[in-house]
Each structure stands twice: as structure tokens, then as C-alpha cells.
């Protein structure tokens, strides 16, 4: 999922590509079930996919701030896994008062 919402940003015409392919309907689904961060980033990847209106009305990004968006989305993939990571550890996660007995 991360590596397509990159993509989006990088690529105009990924979205239009994802949205024929039917990819909304697949992120509702993964949306309804499954893993709370599954469907916390489905949920938002896909709304983001379903917002033509807004893509198609956003002005063009020059270099630097084409560079920041493809880096923050990456990074928010990131955070992710490293939450992701944290859970299956046992530590649940950032929220969680949860710490070690060292």
C-alpha cells in the first residue's frame, strides 16, 4: 500500500490507473477486516484515491515540493511499520502505557 500511495504522488496518472482497476472497492474491503493498522491505512489511502476532485484541482507541485510529499508519504509508511513491529512485540502501541520492567 505504501509503495502505490508513493506512487500516486509521483505518477498523475497512478491514480486514474488504480481507480479503473478497482482498487477503491479493494481498500474497502481491507478497510471492514482485518488488523486495526491494515484498515486505519486502507481507510485513508483509499479516500484519498476516491478524491478526484481534489487531485485533479491541486496545482502542479514544483521539484521541492513534489520531493517533500513522495518523503513524507514514505516516512508515514515508516512510522508504520515500526508500529507495526512494536504490536507484534507485545508492546501495543505509541498510545499504550505499556513498558519494560528493565
Given amino acids: 500500500m505504501g509503495a502505490l500511495d508513493v506512487l500516486t504522488v509521483n505518477n498523475p ?12 472497492k479493494l481498500l474497502s474491503g481491507l478497510e ?3 488488523a486495526q493498522l491494515l484498515r486505519e491505512q486502507a481507510g485513508s ?3 484519498r484515491l476516491r478524491d478526484e476532485k ?12 513534489h520531493v517533500r ?3 513524507d508519504t514514505r516516512i508515514k ?3 508504520l511499520r515500526q508500529r ?3 504490536m507484534m512485540q507485545g508492546w501495543g502501541d505509541e498510545r ?5 520492567g528493565r
Fill in 13 to 24: 496518472l497512478v491514480q486514474q490507473e488504480l481507480l479503473t482497476a478497482g482498487a477503491p
Fill in 32 to 34: 471492514s477486516m482485518g
Fill in 45 to 47: 489511502f483509499g479516500a
Fill in 54 to 65: 481534489a487531485a485533479a484541482a491541486a496545482p502542479k507541485l514544483d521539484e521541492a515540493a
Fill in 69 to 71: 510529499a513522495a518523503r
Fill in 77 to 79: 509508511y515508516d512510522g
Fill in 84 to 86: 507495526a513491529v512494536r
Fill in 96 to 100: 499504550s502505557t505499556h513498558r519494560s
